[in-house]
C-alpha cells in the first residue's frame, strides 16, 4: 500500500546519488578540508613563521586574500553539499562556477607569490576534471533535476 502523504518530490521518488556523482562529493570535502587545512597553517605561520622555518611570510594584504579566498570557498563547499543532497539543477551551474572560482584564485595566489607555476598546475587539474565531470555526465543531469 503506497502512503499517499509522501508527495511528488519526496527523498523516495528522487535518483539516488551514486557512482562518479559521490566520488566528486568526496573529492569536493577533501578540497574543502585541504583548504581549511592551509588556510589555519598560513595563520599559524604568519604569526610565527620560524615554525615553518622562515624568517618572513608574504605580506599581510597578501594573507588576508588568501584566508577570505580560501573560506569563500569552503563555504561554496556547503553550499555546493546542500544542492546536490537537495537535487537542486542549480547543483550543475554552482559547480561549475565554484572549480572556476578555485582555479581562479589559485592564478591570484600564483599572482601573489603564494604560490608556484607546478602548485597552480597540479591542484587546478581536479578542478578541470571536476568542471568536464559536471558538464558530460548524463547521471549528474538526471539526479539534479529539480
Known amino acids: 500500500m503506497k502512503d499517499e502523504s509522501i508527495g511528488v518530490g519526496s527523498p523516495w521518488e528522487r535518483p539516488p546519488i551514486r557512482g562518479w556523482l559521490i566520488v566528486y562529493l568526496v573529492v569536493l570535502a577533501g578540497l574543502a578540508a ?3 587545512e592551509l588556510t589555519v597553517a598560513s595563520l599559524i605561520i604568519a604569526a610565527d613563521p620560524s615554525l615553518a622555518g622562515l624568517t618572513s611570510f608574504v605580506s599581510a594584504p597578501a594573507l588576508i586574500f588568501y584566508v577570505i579566498s580560501n573560506t569563500l570557498l569552503i563555504l561554496y563547499t556547503v553550499l555546493l553539499f546542500v544542492l546536490i543532497i537537495r537535487r537542486k539543477r542549480s547543483a550543475i551551474a554552482h559547480s ?3 572549480n572556476a572560482l578555485s582555479v581562479a584564485f589559485l592564478l591570484g595566489w600564483h599572482v601573489l607569490h603564494m604560490k ?3 602548485g597552480v598546475a597540479i591542484d587546478a587539474a581536479p578542478n578541470i576534471l571536476l568542471i568536464a565531470y559536471i558538464l558530460a555526465s548524463e547521471r549528474v543531469r538526471q539526479t539534479l533535476r529539480r
Open 34 to 36: 585541504h583548504g581549511l
Open 116 to 118: 608556484s607555476t607546478l
Open 96 to 98: 561549475i562556477i565554484f
